[in-house]
């Protein structure tokens, strides 16, 4: 089991920046492929960022491609969603997911097995 609490959403203009955190806790974190989706209000979730053992690397959606940068930190347990030049159409939740690194591709949803609570980010224009 692999209990996951994102933090750091908020309110924030367009054009700034937040850093989202995901604390783990229970099973070995380094195991696991961690990612990040969202979903905004009367939208279906969509994939976010996230990283590739077969890339070697992080994959990202498009539409956020230059703007958000995900990262890891092993020895805290701890990914992060870093995002800068918000806009008001990445107001959403944003969930935090972890999942078994064979599984492909990264940005489907049911391949990832657990998922945090989610943290709101609302962008204004």
């Known amino acids: 089991q692999v209990q996951l609490v994102e933090s750091g959403g908020g309110l924030v203009q367009a054009g700034g920046s937040l850093r989202l955190s995901c604390a783990a806790s229970?099973?070995?974190?380094?195991?696991?492929?961690m990612g990040w989706f969202r979903q905004a209000p009367g939208k279906e979730r969509e994939f976010v960022a996230a990283?590739?053992?077969?890339?070697?690397?992080?994959i990202s959606a498009d539409s956020v491609k230059g703007r958000f940068t995900i990262s890891r930190d092993n020895a805290q347990n701890t990914v992060y969603l870093h995002m800068n030049s918000l806009k008001p159409e990445d107001t959403a939740v944003y969930y935090c997911?972890?999942?078994?690194?064979?599984?492909?591709?990264?940005?489907?949803?049911?391949?990832?097995?657990?998922w945090g609570q989610g943290t709101q980010v609302t962008v204004s224009s």
């Open positions: 990283f590739s053992w077969s890339l070697g690397s992080t």
């Open positions: 997911a972890a999942g078994p690194w064979q599984r492909v591709p990264v940005t489907a949803g049911g391949n990832y097995d657990y």
């Open positions: 229970g099973r070995t974190f380094s195991t696991y492929r």
